[in-house]
């Protein structure tokens, strides 16, 4: 058996497909509202079945990092680890990670930092060194750094990766499960959003060998770049939280809960 447990708040476009999926397959699904008050020790499990089952827990980054300080959940949720960190795609990847040429600088020194590392342009790609939202990953030059900081309350003693702005040619999203690439999408060409579901093996080769480095079999989402340089390593995101693009969602979860009941 396998329960999921699904947000049900402003989240509709990535777990609608997931709720598709259960009523489809006859899967029982626990949802609920992302709200203050929520505890996911005092939900009722036992209506479906109890919490010795496997479970798969899916929702916005809030919603799983609540859910894995939960004694009830949190042997479920996979989210905290170096795997989710720039530096250590700096350590396994070498200048095959996009940003190989960055720097972790402390949040509350960027705005010096740009004044003094780089280039003339003065935009730099800035990004959390572990991927939890605290801000968004993107090109800033120094003026929309200091606003968005204060907007999303970074704190100032966040790391953060600076690097130079990349050229990139196409990126890429593939979903990792017991080590094995299940599934990718292409979600932009040459910086337009652009969704093909992808089925080149040679694609499937390239994530599978980047995969290869990330030593673990946990499932996790693996996005990566086409560079005029070769494909680079973007970042890795918990699955928990990750959109879908173009992939064949039903394919993912099935995996998924193949590798779920298997951890039980």
């Known amino acids: 058996m396998t329960l999921f447990v699904l947000q049900n708040n402003r989240m509709e476009h990535l777990v609608y497909p997931v709720l598709d999926f259960c009523k489809a397959n006859g899967f029982q699904f626990l949802d609920r509202s ?8 005092k939900l009722d499990y036992l ?18 990092i609540r859910a894995s300080e939960s004694e009830a959940l949190g042997q479920y949720v996979w989210n905290h680890t170096e795997v989710f960190e720039a530096d250590y795609w700096l350590k396994r990847l070498g200048e095959n990670y996009l940003n190989h040429d960055g720097v972790l600088v402390r949040a509350d020194l960027v705005a010096e930092a740009i004044d003094s590392i780089y280039h003339l342009s003065g935009k730099y790609h800035l990004r959390p060194n572990n991927e939890d939202k605290a801000f968004l990953g993107a090109v800033y030059d120094k003026e929309s750094w200091l606003k968005h900081k204060e907007e999303r309350n970074v704190k100032d003693w966040l790391k953060v990766m600076m690097s130079p702005v990349k050229k990139i040619n196409a990126e890429y999203r593939s979903w990792v499960i017991d080590g094995r690439i299940v ?12 969704r ?15 995969a290869e480095q990330m ?8 996005d990566f770049a086409a560079t005029d340089d070769g494909y680079k390593l973007i970042e890795t995101n918990p699955l928990h939280a990750s959109g879908w693009y173009a992939a064949d969602v039903a394919n993912v979860l099935n995996e998924w809960i193949k590798y779920a009941n298997k951890q039980r």
């Open 196 to 210: 093909q579901h992808i089925v080149d093996p040679a694609l499937f080769a390239v994530a599978q060998g980047l």
């Open 47 to 64: 209506e479906f079945g109890g919490t010795e089952q496997a479970m798969i827990v899916y929702g916005s980054v809030g919603w799983c």
């Open 215 to 222: 030593h673990t079999d946990h499932p996790y989402v693996l």
């Open 34 to 41: 992302m709200t203050d008050e929520l505890d996911f020790d």
């Open 183 to 194: 599934e990718i999408s292409q979600y932009r060409l040459n910086d337009v959003h652009d």
